[in-house]
């Protein structure tokens, strides 16, 4: 088969991720307090799919995230791309029928996407506290959220795996 069913899951959870976390970003936008939470999003396809259908999935969540996102555009497309195929290479390390590898990763990935947006918006403000205080508190926020919305994130989707009944196991992948 092409596309692996699961990849079809987990771009729609992906979809919910993201909107749920623009739905609080919008509310908690007087207070100039802003959440990111883009890790969980490449975690489970990078350790369960098969290339093709992680590249889709993954290359459609990324563009997903540029439509939505004030951020210039394909730098998610191809960060997510990037850093899901640095998980996928190394995904025989990790365990991901339990949530602590994935919560793991879902926090380096976090981090990733915040020094990859930093970066993208231009280090002229990099001499201002006001840049380094904002950074701060939005990486803060982000990584106390995620201690909560990760470990629920990816039941949701084991969930959704089951409820469907597709294969609730990681692919086997050959050794290069």
Not at 21 to 50: D, Q, R
Request: aromatic share 10%.
């Amino acid at each position: 088969m092409f596309l692996d069913p699961r990849a079809i899951i987990l771009f729609a959870t992906n979809a919910l991720l993201l909107f749920l976390c623009l739905l609080v970003n919008s509310s908690l936008a007087p207070l100039s307090l802003y959440l990111l939470l883009l890790g969980p999003m490449l975690v489970l396809p990078a350790l369960y799919l098969n290339h093709r259908s992680f590249f889709l999935c993954t290359l459609l969540t990324g563009l997903w995230v540029d439509a939505a996102l004030p951020a210039t555009f394909g730098l998610f497309t191809c960060g997510l791309l990037v850093m899901g195929t640095l998980i996928t290479m190394v995904r025989i390390r990790f365990r991901a029928e339990h949530n602590y590898h994935p919560i793991v990763l879902a926090h380096i990935a976090n981090l990733a996407c915040l020094v990859l947006l930093t970066v993208s918006e231009g280090l002229q403000h990099i001499n201002a506290p006001a840049f380094w205080l904002q950074l701060g508190i939005t990486s803060v926020l982000s990584h106390a959220a995620l201690l909560i919305i990760a470990p629920w994130f990816f039941n949701l989707q084991r969930l959704l795996f089951e409820i469907c009944h597709v294969d609730t196991e990681p692919d086997e992948f050959p050794m290069l």
